[in-house]
């Protein structure tokens, strides 16, 4: 694995911050040419460092205020349990994150939903229907005075 120097480190930050900055603002920032800043990010991209670009949308403008984080239990510990949990959000549309968590629960969700009684739809008849699943705690999100994720 090639270790990231002081240069790709730098254009890592800029484009944190500013997925869509064009090349030739960004060398500049970094203090590359623009073919070299170019080749740099091409690098980036090829090596699997810079997985994609995507947009930060508004979440009350597309219906998804309502967040929860959902931590999830399941009855049994086997793989087949777990593939099959992991399926099944999959395919839900509320869920945007699913990791699987060491510690109390095997599952940590991140949810975004219209509002409460959306949230509690799914938690109803999506995973209240998880043969696996022992146990839902869910943690509603009241602000979020930091979040840095694209």
Same mark, same amino acid.
């Given at each position: 694995?090639?270790?990231?120097?002081?240069?790709?480190?730098?254009?890592?930050?800029?484009?944190?911050?500013?997925?869509?900055?064009?090349?030739? *603002?960004?060398? *500049?920032?970094?203090?590359?040419?623009?073919?070299?800043?170019l080749?740099?990010?091409?690098?980036?991209?090829?090596?699997?460092?810079?997985?994609?670009?995507?947009?930060?949308?508004?979440?009350?403008?597309?219906?998804?205020?309502? %967040?929860?984080?959902?931590a999830?239990?399941?009855?049994?510990?086997?793989?087949?349990?777990? *593939?099959?949990?992991?399926?099944?959000?999959?395919?839900?549309? *509320?869920?945007?994150?699913?990791?699987?968590?060491?510690?109390?629960?095997?599952?940590?969700l991140? %949810?975004?939903?219209?509002?409460?009684?959306?949230?509690?739809?799914?938690?109803?008849? %999506?995973?209240?229907?998880?043969?696996?699943?022992?146990?839902?705690?869910?943690?509603?999100?009241?602000?979020?005075?930091?979040?840095?994720?694209?």
């Amino acid at each position: 694995m090639d270790k990231i120097d002081a240069i790709s480190a730098a254009i890592l930050r800029e484009l944190e911050v500013d997925g869509r900055i064009s090349n030739l *603002e960004l060398s *500049e920032k970094v203090g590359l040419s623009p073919s070299a800043c170019l080749r740099r990010v091409q690098d980036l991209e090829r090596r699997g460092v810079i997985r994609g670009y995507r947009a930060r949308l508004d979440p009350v403008q597309t219906g998804r205020s309502y %967040v929860v984080y959902v931590a999830v239990g399941l009855s049994e510990h086997s793989k087949a349990a777990q *593939e099959g949990f992991e399926r099944a959000m999959m395919t839900a549309a *509320e869920v945007v994150e699913c990791h699987n968590i060491a510690g109390t629960f095997e599952y940590l969700l991140r %949810v975004e939903a219209r509002d409460l009684p959306s949230y509690k739809n799914f938690h109803t008849n %999506v995973l209240g229907t998880v043969p696996a699943v022992r146990s839902i705690t869910s943690h509603i999100v009241m602000s979020s005075p930091k979040d840095v994720r694209a």
